[in-house]
């Protein structure tokens, strides 16, 4: 498979948690164009398999594999198999999330818990688990957080919360295994076009076009340009990078908070009318 210039990845074990679709499984294509064995890792077996098949039609060696990243005995099952079919890990990607439009008062512990859960416990347990497996030295991590991270944003305390501490705990990543030659880094998406994450989030076409004009460059993002971020990270041109967040957004952190309030309401009134709450 011809790699994707500028970027050269071929024979390097790309793992990605949470990879069957949107962002992550853009930045697997972008590696598995570029020439990456890529293991994915998510909850459905179906999903990632179908996921998997996608990157073998262009070219690549990938393996799909089912596992919880809330679930360290699933996490561990699927990391030792991707590790016997493709060697060690020289990329991690942790992208498993969890998200919804609610207002504090309208959320219960529950619902908080489990964006928590699978964004925060998640990283750590795939991280953590993963540490053994990594290429040492030369291997990066590299997170998925998002701006709301950094911007306060109304119906979306739970994410802001969970993804702040990510980047956090990517950062402490980043100093405690340095010295083993691992790289730690998060990249903030902005709104990416076409995925489901920012269909749920503003659900409308007229939403949607609105957002873009409030990015400073006009556009929404596409999941190549976080593709493109993550092999920057990952090669050779960023080994000097470590402990960096990043936002790839065109701008739009710089904005201010996002307004969700109509989408919100809307949410809301769909959870009140199917008799369940957030």
Known sequence: MNPSAPFDFRGRHLFVAGGSSGINFGVAEGFARAGANVSLMSRSLDRITAAASRLVALGADAIGLAGDVRDPAAVQKALDAAVERFGPIDVLLN???GNFLAKINDMSPN???????IDLLGSFNVARLAYGHLRKPGASIIHISTTQAFTPTPYQAHVCAAKAAVDMLSRVMAAEWGADGIRVNS???GPIADTEGLNRLVPTPQGRDAMAQRVP???LGRTSDIAHAAMFLASEWGDFITGAVIPV????GLTGPRDFTAAGEASKQARVAAGSGA
């Not at 957004?249 to 739009?252: A, N, V």
């Open 95 to 97: 992208g498993a999330a």
């Open 111 to 117: 619902a908080f818990k489990s964006v928590v859960d």
């Open 187 to 189: 990249i903030m998406p």
């Open 217 to 219: 460059l006009k556009r």
């Open 249 to 252: 957004d065109g701008g739009l």
